[in-house]
């Protein structure tokens, strides 16, 4: 069960997005920087380039569907087998990374960084994977 608070904190992570993306969204609508049709099958067919902030809420949410995914299933199946102790750090380790690849990518967007917390989350994915392997199997 050690790892249902890191699991929650990354839904709420999620969920925050999530609630970023939509407030967002209605007040480009509002402004008038966006048509409400996009949204329809999302595609611009304005003569204005869509606001980056638009693109890059809209990208970093779907990039929160995809990546943590494999960290969800991991966490179940450490639950599911009874070795969530040994996954622990790593799935803590994958919630800071991922919490940080938000703040880099929602708030100052520097490439370099946003790449690096990146691929530290992928190596807490590597880890998780290899402890459970370990735990597991071997």
């Known amino acids: 069960m050690q790892l249902v608070l890191p699991m929650m904190i990354l839904v709420f992570l999620t969920v925050l997005c999530l609630v970023v993306m939509v407030v967002s ?21 304005s003569d204005k380039p869509l606001p980056d902030y638009i693109v890059r809420i809209g990208r970093h949410y779907q990039n929160l569907m995809e990546l943590p995914l494999v960290f969800y299933v991991l966490c179940l199946v450490a639950m599911q087998f009874g070795v969530s102790e040994h996954v622990e750090f790593w799935a803590w380790f994958f919630v800071v990374t991922r919490v940080l690849h938000s703040a880099i990518h929602l708030l100052w967007n520097h490439v370099l960084y946003r790449m690096l917390s990146f691929a530290l989350g992928c190596i807490a994915i590597i880890g998780m994977s290899v402890k459970l392997i370990d735990n597991i199997y071997l």
């Not at 969204?25 to 067919?45: D, F, M, P, T």
């Open 25 to 45: 969204r209605i007040y480009a609508v509002r402004r008038g920087e966006v048509k409400a049709g996009y949204y329809k099958l999302y595609e611009n067919k």
